[in-house]
């Protein structure tokens, strides 16, 4: 273990999440290795990486779920490890674990008050049914809920004791793009409120739309760390001019002298931009049959960003 | 603490009453099965277990003639003779207290003395037979009996036989105070039962379901402690276990007229049932993981032990090494003392049976709660 110091003491910080050289492990298997990254208040954090990076079993060390195996943590000043800290923490987390489901039976009004009771201080149910815009499902049986119905009731239950911090393990995974798209209007709404959101996920999209500050971890370890626009900048690659549907046969059409071309997926052609390039490119088109085409300017994003880090990319399950 | 605990109680409550299938295992089953039986109620095919004192001694040996209606019992084949020995001055008491241990049915055949003497004399006799009504065999125990008791008294020598064999009579006494039927013998069990699949599948299904809906997980993350959580469920699990005990008690009263006594020992067993059933489920469900296999482990549990520990027809009738695993099943002291506390008004034997559940309780419940995990590791 580190001998290091919080910061600072308890509730007197601006860092919400401080994390110093953690580790767990399983036997031989190493799940986290050594990381540190810290989170400030009001800020939206995202840990990326694909399934099995270490994601769930580093929040759930921050959740006092699972006990570390080296190195430190403190949330809201308080250090994971010790038991008298512990307590204190649970009454200012708020937790969305990964894969949860409220009990079946019991209304999303009754589920909200059912966890709000496990604390001293719960906010009142129909405005955390508000926030998450159920109001007209409030007296519904949790099991006749849709998939992103459901994780809206998970998200006002991690809401209920109105933490300083909000833990959600992967909140939207296995939803269809318009559930996905609800749980993010909600996790807005929440940093438009000024909460500290600790966010897990896989989804690049998610991190880059979400998040102020990004982790990417994978096989345990932190890869790369910063801003959405940081990350990219750094590690992104360059622009791309994406040529649509032109195929084998486009390829073929392309004029002399520009960088090398790639076919991608659908017969996409993606030619990598240098600075100051796209207007003497655009113009060598325009005199081919490629004029015709859907042309589009892509930046690289987070994706890239791990592609170019890691050499593979992250498929929609996670892997 | 306690509002954490009443929430617990009152979300399972809820989750309870709103599922049609929980209505039915809980309350709509038990009555089922009381019908069934008690409509039906078959006879058993197996030896019976048959005390016997033969008082009829001269110079300490029995007479010929008490010797010889004995060995005609004992050569239908149909019974399993234990001798009491003929000084014994208390022999119902002897019975019932020998009987228990050994899982045997509490039945007594009384030879009196001048057995033999009265049959040259008068050509008459009296038998007295203590048979608790109860006992689903007692009414073949009763024809085999009367069957063997005719066949002896015409095969007697002259000159008390053939030509005008002598009037041997078996009279029946009430083994117990009460008149027992076998539908005040199953009623017990089928309580007894009940909290058995209540408390086992509940706690099963609440620790293997909620597990998995990772309800746990997230009430881990609150200050709701482990202990909060087992309280609320015993909670629950004594709310049902009255609810299914009132029900059940009613539902006997109104169509088979059975009427129990409901005292301290019924109460200390409702809450050793409480905690024991649920704490088996506990220790299951910790070493199944999966809500599915571990609802198939709950049931290689229950379904044994609900056919082993006599809650349908007496272990008496069960082959030896069954009587002795019998022994070792929790259900059994529920079901004795339920029955003993319940129907027989025996307070000693209920105080026995509820302490021994009482004390099952606490070991299981203790485990169960010791070996559940309540952070992810």
């Known amino acids: ?319 | 603490m306690r509002s954490r605990i009443y929430t617990i109680i009152s979300g399972h409550f809820k989750s309870w009453y709103r599922s049609k299938s929980n209505i039915f295992w809980t309350i709509a089953f038990p009555l089922l099965l009381i019908v069934l039986f008690g409509a039906i109620f078959g006879s058993g095919s197996t030896k019976f277990d048959l005390y016997v004192q033969n008082k009829d001694l001269v110079q300490a040996t029995p007479t010929p003639l008490s010797q010889g209606y004995v060995s005609a019992l004992n050569n239908t084949g149909a019974f399993d003779l234990h001798m009491v020995p003929a000084e014994q001055t208390d022999p119902v008491n002897y019975v019932k207290s020998d009987a228990q241990p050994h899982n045997r049915g509490q039945r007594l055949l009384v030879v009196p003395v001048g057995f033999a003497s009265e049959l040259f004399a008068t050509k008459k006799a009296n038998i007295s037979l203590y048979i608790d009504q109860s006992d689903q065999a007692s009414q073949s125990l009763k024809g085999i009996i009367f069957a063997a008791t005719n066949s002896y008294a015409t095969h007697l020598p002259p000159p008390l036989s053939p030509s005008q064999p002598p009037d041997i009579s078996v009279q029946q006494v009430g083994l117990v105070t009460r008149n027992i039927r076998y539908i005040d013998f199953f009623i017990p069990g089928v309580i007894g039962m009940t909290l058995l699949t209540t408390g086992v599948f509940g706690a099963v299904n609440t620790n293997g379901r909620y597990r998995e809906l990772k309800i746990i997980k997230k009430l881990a993350t609150t200050p709701l402690s482990k202990i909060e959580w087992i309280l609320g469920m015993v909670g629950y699990q004594m709310i049902l276990a009255t609810i299914s005990l009132v029900v059940i008690l009613f539902f006997g009263y109104a169509i088979f007229g059975v009427t129990a006594t409901i005292d301290i020992y019924v109460v200390g067993l409702v809450v050793a049932a409480s905690l024991l059933f649920p704490g088996i489920g506990m220790v299951l469900a910790n070493f199944v993981k999966e809500a599915e296999s571990a609802d198939a482990a709950a049931n290689a549990i229950t379904f044994p032990m609900m056919f082993l520990a006599g809650t349908f027809w007496p272990r008496e009738s069960l082959p030896y090494i069954m009587k002795i695993i019998a022994n070792f099943m929790p259900l059994t002291y529920v079901n004795d003392g339920l029955r003993d506390a319940l129907i027989y008004a025996e307070p000693a034997q209920a105080l026995a049976n509820t302490l021994i559940a009482l004390g099952l309780a606490g070991f299981f419940i203790l485990l169960g709660s010791l070996l559940m995990n309540w952070k992810e590791e």
């Open chain 1, 1 to 319: 273990m580190s001998d290091n110091p919080p910061a600072s003491l308890p509730g007197q910080s601006d860092r919400v999440v401080q994390v110093d050289k953690l580790s767990k492990k399983y036997g031989d298997n190493i799940a986290v290795n050594d990381i540190s990254f810290n989170l400030t208040k009001g800020e939206v954090f995202a840990f990326l990486g694909p399934n099995g990076a270490g994601k769930t079993t580093t929040v759930e060390i921050l959740e006092c779920l699972r006990n570390p195996t080296g190195g430190q943590a403190w949330v809201l000043g308080y250090d994971v490890s010790k038991r008298s800290d512990q307590a204190e923490i649970r009454k200012r987390i708020g937790v969305l674990p990964q894969d949860f489901n409220a009990i079946d039976r019991l209304t999303v009004r009754e589920n909200i008050n059912y966890f709000g009771a496990m604390f001293k201080h719960q906010l009142d149910a129909d405005k955390l049914i508000e926030l998450v815009d159920l109001k007209d499902k409030r007296d519904e049986q949790f099991k006749k809920l849709s998939g992103g119905l459901k994780q809206r009731v998970g998200l006002a239950v991690s809401l209920v004791n109105d933490p300083d911090v909000v833990f959600l393990d992967e909140p939207t995974t296995g939803l269809d793009p318009r559930a996905r798209r609800d749980v993010w209007g909600v996790i807005e709404r929440l940093k438009s409120q000024g909460k500290t959101v600790f966010l897990t996920t896989h989804y690049m999209d998610e991190a880059e739309y979400l998040a102020d500050i990004v982790s990417i971890i994978d096989h345990g370890q932190i890869i790369a760390s910063g801003t959405p626009d940081q990350l990219i900048d750094n590690h992104g690659g360059k622009k791309t001019l994406i040529i649509r549907d032109a195929g084998e046969e486009g390829l073929k059409q392309l004029p002399p002298g520009l960088p090398k071309a790639d076919l991608r997926n659908a017969g996409d052609i993606a030619i990598p931009l240098h600075n100051g390039e796209l207007t003497n490119i655009l113009m060598s088109l325009g005199q081919t049959p490629l004029r015709d085409k859907e042309i589009e300017v892509r930046r690289p994003t987070l994706d890239d960003v791990f592609l170019n880090l890691t050499g593979r990319r992250v498929s929609e399950e996670g892997n």
